[in-house]
């Protein structure tokens, strides 16, 4: 198994335990995994492209080069929302409705970013 195919999976395994937190009630953790499998995802990317990805500041770089690459700004903006979901696992402050929209927006993410990696 490649590092590209191990990240891609554990991102797509994070978001189903996102869900399955989010239906437990657990805010705190849906929105950490949210988060997690939004970042597995660009690492994903980031490693078939041969760029750096350990840290955060590489992987807002990875999402910024992914949408110069594609010209899909909403790639950006999806990233965002996952790193409001990666605060709110710190904060604790964002009501169900806005982790479950947050998680939505990560699926819509992940799915963008596999399409990369087909």
């Known amino acids: 198994m490649t590092q590209e195919s191990e990240y891609s999976g554990a ?3 994070l978001l189903s ?4 937190e989010l239906a437990q009630g657990d805010l705190r953790q849906a929105s950490e995994k949210g988060w997690g499998a939004a970042a597995q995802m660009v690492k994903a990317v980031a490693e078939r492209r041969g760029w750096e990805h350990n ?3 590489f992987l807002f770089e990875a999402v910024r080069r992914v949408v110069n690459e594609t010209r899909d700004t909403r790639v950006g903006e999806l990233f965002h929302i996952a790193n409001s979901l990666h605060i709110n696992f ?5 009501p169900e409705d806005l ?3 947050g998680l939505d927006n990560v ?3 992940v799915e963008r970013l ?3 990696l087909n």
């Open 55 to 57: 840290g955060h500041a």
């Open 90 to 94: 710190y904060e604790n402050w964002l």
């Open 114 to 116: 596999e399409q990369l």
């Open 11 to 13: 991102g797509r395994e």
């Open 107 to 109: 699926n819509e993410l």
């Open 17 to 20: 335990k996102a869900f399955g």
């Open 99 to 101: 982790v479950r929209s």
